[in-house]
């Protein structure tokens, strides 16, 4: 098994191989695994203080924050280039 990373912005990776999912931050349930993981010490904030527009669970039950759009990442994650991503 190969181990391969993607770009989550600002120059912070993941292993690929850890990734469940890929959502968005805008749901009351997903509101409540962010706080869980903030409360159990399993949050890490990839997001340089920008918006949260990603959150990327593992699994690990680590969650992670980027300021990177789920499609952005879900493509990076499928090996597709992104060239004109400039967010991150």
Do not use: C, W
Request: glycine share 10%.
């Amino acid at each position: 098994m190969d181990i391969r990373f993607i770009n989550i912005g600002f120059g912070n990776i993941v292993s690929a191989n850890r990734v469940i999912g890929i959502v968005s931050p805008d749901s009351a349930p997903i509101k409540r695994i962010i706080q869980d993981a903030r409360d159990g010490g399993r949050l890490i904030d990839a997001t340089y203080g920008r918006r949260t527009r990603a959150v990327i669970v593992m699994d690990s039950e680590h969650v992670v924050l980027s300021a990177v759009q789920p499609e952005t990442v879900a493509n990076r994650l499928l090996g597709g280039s992104d060239t004109a991503d400039t967010e991150g």
